[in-house]
């Protein structure tokens, strides 16, 4: 979707509709308010009667079409919420939800009315920014395989007028900042939208050599051979049961700042997820596809560095596998040596996200020295439980670190919530026949004894934040009703909308 900027109001375009915000009506509130003076004029007063019968309310996700009589388009408004509490989550929300009601109407272009978002305490470049990014996100369709239900809104416009035209400048930069990293999102969403019998572990090696083909970045694959050499037995043993073998994967962003910090920022992509020999059951199997999204999200983060130029540098590490069982897979009771000569007791197959992040997170540590280690991980079933579809749960050992990330959740609306990390965890993971074991026999706390597993393979010097995305990292037809339009069903590409604002703001 084109993305632009005008300085006319939206009332006054050659748009198919200009769309308005409208905050949700105070119960004893009559009057037609000043903000739809121009709506009123432009519909020769059909707004106003839809507002004395209380056809429109302004409450969320309501979006109400009108015609003008003098043929020069339609007039949309859509809810806000209460009046209070819009920011800049409700006016991305509001976007996306124009955007996914006006599709398939005959509607090419729309003009997004920014006077008529821009209230409250909302500054109008962040209210411009809100609305690129809902627009863009909230257009997303995922149509690699079957061709589109519906012809897509091939334009948005944010119309400054007469309110905002003297922060034009400003208002260009932080839509164009934004518009980058939303259509980094739609790039990572297609990769994860991918079944497994495309996104193999070496796709995922090629789409990272072509990124930095593409962004001049460097980028180190390693084989199942280089990967034994390695001793990266947390790779091979997962990778072992597939014909498609694992591939440890590296980029390497230099950073706007060279005298600035390093992170790393590593990411599970188990491409598919049977269970191995613990075999998960048949229903819902199928989105085993999207184990990936870690990884997957990782390419996006370096993808959306390098389009921004942002001053950290950046280590991207992928630890990429298909597990499968067969006749090479590993075995409940076996017990892993990995890169850095830990050893990891073997009790459940499907416990194989951490497995695979033992390796990378090691190799990361132990190459690069990074300021900083990320990892995104859809690890646990246990995190859906605790803190549902929809947030993802961080789990830190550096306060500094949890709270820039927390900053750069609030502002995105990726939300994540923290979690502890005890002695309790910790020893819930050591093993009687190894450093480790990858599940534990008490049920409870499967997230936090998963972490407590990770901090293994980081160390305690280094600050280092765990985001477990098993939640978000996808939707399918019944959780998209309750999440944001601008999250579509399939993959959101969750992370690196988060991340990215991190490293922009947080690492600096």
């Known amino acids: 979707m084109k993305i632009s900027i005008d300085r006319r109001d939206a009332t006054e375009a050659n748009v198919d509709v200009s769309v308005s915000g409208l905050p949700e009506r105070a119960e004893k509130e009559e009057g037609l308010p000043r903000t739809l003076a121009r709506e009123e004029a432009v519909t020769a007063g059909l707004v106003g009667i839809a507002w004395k019968n209380r056809e429109i309310r302004g409450r969320r996700k309501e979006v109400t079409v009108f015609h003008r009589p003098d043929g020069k388009g339609r007039v949309g408004l859509v809810g806000l919420g209460p009046r209070d509490s819009v920011d800049v989550e409700s006016i991305r929300r509001a976007a996306a939800e124009a955007v996914r009601a006006l599709r398939g109407h005959s509607v090419q272009s729309i003009g997004l009315r920014l006077a008529s978002f821009a209230i409250g305490s909302v500054a109008p470049e962040d209210a411009a920014a809100a609305l690129a990014e809902g627009a863009v996100l909230g257009g997303y369709e995922f149509t690699r395989y079957r061709a589109p239900r519906d012809a897509p809104i091939e334009e948005a416009t944010v119309f400054l007028g007469s309110e905002h035209g003297r922060l034009e400048s400003a208002i260009r ?17 297609d990769l994860s939208n991918l079944p497994a019998d495309t996104a193999t572990p070496e796709r995922l090696a090629e789409e990272a050599r072509a990124l930095g083909k593409e962004f001049d970045l460097k980028v180190t694959v390693f084989n199942e051979a280089k990967l034994a050499e390695m001793h990266c037995g947390g790779l091979l043993a ?27 920022v ?41 389009t921004l130029k942002l001053p950290p540098k950046v280590i991207g590490v992928l630890a990429c596998a298909e597990n499968l069982p067969g006749g090479g897979a590993y075995r409940p009771g076996d017990v892993v040596t990995t890169y850095n000569g830990k050893t990891i007791e073997i009790l459940n197959t499907d416990a194989e996200g951490r497995v695979v992040l033992s390796d990378a997170l090691a190799f990361a540590v132990d190459r690069y020295h990074p300021d900083v280690v990320i990892d995104l991980a859809t690890l646990t079933g246990a995190c859906v439980t605790a803190l549902g579809d929809d947030t993802a749960g961080l789990i830190s050992t550096n306060d500094a670190l949890a709270l820039a990330l927390l900053d750069a959740s609030a502002r995105t609306g990726e939300p994540i919530w923290r979690l502890p990390l005890t002695d309790v965890h910790r020893e819930l993971v050591k ?27 980081v160390g305690t010097t280094t600050a280092w934040a765990h985001l477990d995305i098993a939640g978000p990292a996808w939707t399918n037809s019944s959780t998209r009703k309750y999440q944001p339009a601008y999250l579509p069903v399939g993959a959101t590409a969750f992370g690196v909308r988060l991340v990215t604002r991190y490293l922009e703001d947080g690492a600096r």
Request: charge should be positive; glycine fraction near 12%; proline fraction near 4%.
């Open 431 to 457: 093993s009687e026949v190894a450093d480790v074991r990858n599940s534990t026999e008490i049920p409870p706390a499967g997230a936090l004894t998963a972490a407590a597993f990770l901090e293994t393979f």
């Open 238 to 264: 997962v990778g072992g049961g597939s014909s498609h073998p694992p591939r440890l994967i590296v980029l390497e962003y230099a950073g706007g700042n060279r005298s600035g910090k390093t992170v790393a």
């Open 266 to 306: 590593v990411g599970k992509g188990i491409t598919f997820d049977s269970g191995g020999i613990s075999i998960k059951p048949a229903l819902h199997m199928a989105d085993m596809k999207f184990d990936k999204s870690g990884a997957v999200a990782v390419l996006g983060i370096l993808r959306a560095a390098a």
């Open 173 to 189: 930069k932080a839509v164009e900042r934004t518009r980058s990293v939303a259509e980094v999102v739609l790039w990572t969403r």
